[in-house]
């Protein structure tokens, strides 16, 4: 069955730092990938989207990668900052969203 | 836009009784979906239309779980009896999808329902 892996365990990065967030796939061949960040109490929140034929997308300080032969996307956030902690949702999209369970993500100042 | 709205925003029930959650979603989107979040499963598809006709239900869990869409702008999904195990978070999302490009859904804030 299709299954989607993030890191279940809470990542902390010190303020300033480059936080990198991971979420493989298997039994799946999506024609996109996307992250989204979600607060607590509110639903999650559309960031970037990937798709299957393109390596890497950039948005200010964020930064993804898709590797389909590795089954692996890689989030950055650069410089990241306080604002920056929630859960960070990975989702493999063809004609619907599966998703991930989330990283959470703390920026420590 | 005001984005998707979903009420109500809590709702606590007892068991057996019937529940019905609300959504609009965003004027323009033709895709809708209802997810559910718990911790143990995180966000799960239940069902999905597309301009309103429901195109996947495979994740609604049994028969108690029906969900409607009776015009562009208004859909409900109902729990019929309520179990204490349906105690969860309801999501709604829509999405507009242009020719073969498909562009991130748009959640509401969801509904947190309790059954007791």
């Known amino acids: 069955s299709q299954k989607i892996e993030q890191n279940s365990e809470a990542l902390n990065i010190q303020e300033g730092k480059t936080a990198t967030l991971t979420c493989n796939y298997t039994?799946?061949?999506?024609?996109?990938l996307q992250w989204y960040r979600q607060d607590p109490g509110r639903g999650p929140v559309f960031l970037l989207l990937i798709r299957e034929n393109e390596k890497e997308k950039r948005k200010e300080r964020l930064k993804v990668t898709f590797d389909t032969t590795l089954k692996q996307s890689l989030f950055h956030i650069t410089a990241s900052q306080p604002a920056d902690s929630a859960t960070y949702l990975c989702a493999l999209s063809d004609d619907k969203i599966i998703f991930g369970k989330g990283t959470r993500l703390h920026i420590l100042p | 836009d005001a984005g998707v709205i979903q009420s109500p925003r809590h709702e606590v029930t007892e068991m057996g009784q019937e529940v019905t959650l609300r959504c609009k979603p965003i004027?323009?989107?033709?895709?809708l979906f209802w997810y559910r979040q718990t911790m143990m499963r995180g966000l799960e598809l239940l069902i999905y239309?597309?301009?309103?006709?429901?195109?996947?239900d495979s994740g609604m869990p049994e028969d108690r779980f029906s969900a409607k869409m009776p015009n562009a702008s208004f859909s409900t999904l109902k729990i019929q009896p309520s179990e204490p195990r349906d105690s969860a978070v309801y999501f709604c999302?829509?999405?507009?999808?242009?020719?073969?490009?498909?562009?991130?859904?748009?959640f509401g804030s969801g509904t947190r329902l309790t059954v007791v």
């Open positions: 999302a829509s999405s507009f999808a242009r020719g073969s490009s498909y562009y991130g859904y748009t």
């Open positions: 039994n799946y061949s999506p024609a996109y």
């Open positions: 004027s323009g989107h033709d895709y």
């Open positions: 239309f597309n301009n309103n006709v429901p195109i996947d």
